[in-house]
């Protein structure tokens, strides 16, 4: 069993069609694996009874001749963003810190329904506000590569789960970079979806026209297969789309000759590190051999998507984050009056990072100020969402890009300097301002030996060709084989 925990997705799937491990031995592994590992803080509930019980059940399903998918008795985890029906979900924060969910959320429900095994919840910035992973209030992920840096943000636990092979592939999510940052960071391929793509049914909101659930996994077969499962309308989801899901996993298969792919100049600028340029480059002179064809392009209002962004997104967490009052669910403070109980409960529950959100959230949506920050916001989004869409009609297929601008800084670097923080995301929130889809996956490393990611966008609803391009490049390269070397500390 001891090779199995380097194995993807696919490679479990077979091996439990051919029984040649069952599922209740696959979970065992992981369990343990992830008992050893906590120093990571990549996992903030683990549900080892329950896993066992779900494996057991997709065991006796083989055993039985019963109908399985691919991803029966597969362990996967989930952000702890996402419901469940059992166990708690924090979202990260005190606030929400013994909250337990009477309901699961859809992509979730659809990952049990095909037998998949939930090892556990994985830690993340609280609500998702943050790029290192250092906003959880129950302590920061660190990053397998270096455990003195950070995994990034805000799904850092799913990703450095995946890297430190604490699970063969995870649920993230992305409101400008959440699941393509740390998969760059941690050196794994993930998915943020077109948005509409996954029902938001039972993902706790951050901001709600942007936030989306998306599949971390070692490559990109991997984050194909999760995806033909989690996406799909959902009728309890209105912003969900009726689009017809393709069977990608079966559809990887592709000659890229021909295909044009545009490098946005934009994004080759003075905060790029120069060793994540020429890792960018060697990926792109990579798929130019396959055949394709590069060529540069504009996205002229690029600088404007960082301000924008931060204007929009605290402005809907603001509004979001009004439901925690202190009195539905969730922490609750001793107060004399009911303003006093709104204001201890949250000054109390929330963080540094969500209380700087929520003020900078309702000023711009306040009197006097809403045209000012709001709308003008609103209206560079329109900009950037045309950019994108007049270089996809008239000149390219798919957008190649940075997905980060540095590789992984230290823990702490940045806590003190939000505007730096912030502008770590300046390469993925364009594409969430306009709703496409995008995988970020392995290219190279920097002289440290520290992950560099290589960012791949779509048309709307068009996760086949990234699905297509990035399989045929991992298929080339070895980038996204690579582990660290993670020392194990016993639980005792």
């Known amino acids: 069993m001891a090779e199995l925990w380097q194995s ?6 077979e091996g439990l069609e051919k029984r040649e491990f069952s599922s209740k031995e696959l979970t065992q592994m992981f369990l343990e694996r992830i008992a050893h590992q906590e120093h990571l803080g990549c996992y903030l509930s683990v549900f080892e009874e329950k896993a066992i019980e779900q494996a057991e059940k997709a065991d006796a399903r083989r ?55 939930i090892l556990g919840k994985t830690n993340l910035d609280e609500f998702g506000m943050g790029s290192s992973n250092e906003n959880s209030a129950f302590g920061p992920v660190k990053n397998p590569w ?30 400008g970079g959440s699941i393509r940052q740390p998969s760059a960071f941690c050196n794994v391929t993930g998915l943020k979806p ?7 049914y039972g993902l706790v909101a951050f901001a709600s026209s942007l936030d989306q659930i998306g599949p971390m996994g070692k490559n990109a077969r991997d984050c194909a297969l999760i995806s033909e499962c989690i996406f799909g309308r959902d009728i309890r989801d209105s912003t969900s789309a009726p689009n017809e899901v393709p069977l990608f996993s079966s559809l990887l298969e592709r000659d890229i000759k021909g295909l044009r792919i545009g490098v946005p100049k934009e994004y080759f600028r003075e905060e790029l590190s120069s060793e994540i340029a020429s890792a960018i480059h060697k990926g792109l002179g990579e798929l130019e051999k396959l055949g394709a064809e590069i060529k540069e392009v504009s996205l002229p209002h690029t600088d404007f998507a960082t301000a924008a962004y931060y204007v929009i997104v605290p402005a809907e967490a603001s509004s979001n984050l009004s439901r925690f009052d202190g009195i539905r669910y969730g922490k609750r403070a001793d107060a004399q009056d009911l303003i006093s109980l709104y204001a201890k409960s949250r000054s109390e529950g929330f963080g540094p990072e969500v209380k700087r959100r929520i003020l900078i959230g309702t000023f711009v949506l306040s009197a006097g100020y ?54 770590n995301d300046i390469f993925t929130v364009p594409v969430n301002l306009a709703g496409l889809p995008s995988l970020s996956l392995p290219c190279g490393q920097n002289s440290s030996g520290l992950p560099i990611g290589f960012q791949l966008i779509g048309r709307a609803f068009d ?28 639980k005792d």
């Open 194 to 200: 077109s948005y509409g793509r996954v029902s938001r």
């Open 370 to 423: 809403y045209d000012a920050y709001y709308v003008k916001a609103q209206r560079a989004r329109a900009l950037i969402a045309r950019d994108f869409e007049e270089a996809f009609s008239e000149k390219v297929d798919v957008i190649a890009a940075p997905t980060t601008p540095t590789t992984p800084f230290l823990l702490g670097e940045k806590t003190h300097d939000p505007i730096s923080m912030y502008l």
């Open 8 to 13: 993807d997705l696919w490679e479990l799937s």
């Open 146 to 175: 270096d455990t003195s840096r950070v995994a990034g943000g805000s799904s850092g636990g799913s990703a450095a789960a995946v890297a430190a092979r604490l699970c063969p592939a995870a649920l993230g999510t992305d409101t």
């Open 63 to 117: 055993a039985a001749g019963d109908e399985v998918t691919k991803l029966t008795g597969v362990p996967l985890a989930i952000k702890d963003i996402i419901t469940l029906n059992y166990g708690t979900t924090t979202c990260g924060s005190r606030f929400l810190e013994d909250y337990r969910s009477p309901f699961t959320a859809t992509a979730a429900q659809r990952l049990l329904k095909a037998g998949t095994v």
């Open 463 to 490: 996760e086949l060709t990234l699905f297509q391009v990035a399989d045929a490049f991992q298929k080339t390269t070895d980038w996204h084989l690579r582990t660290p070397e993670t020392k194990t500390h016993s």
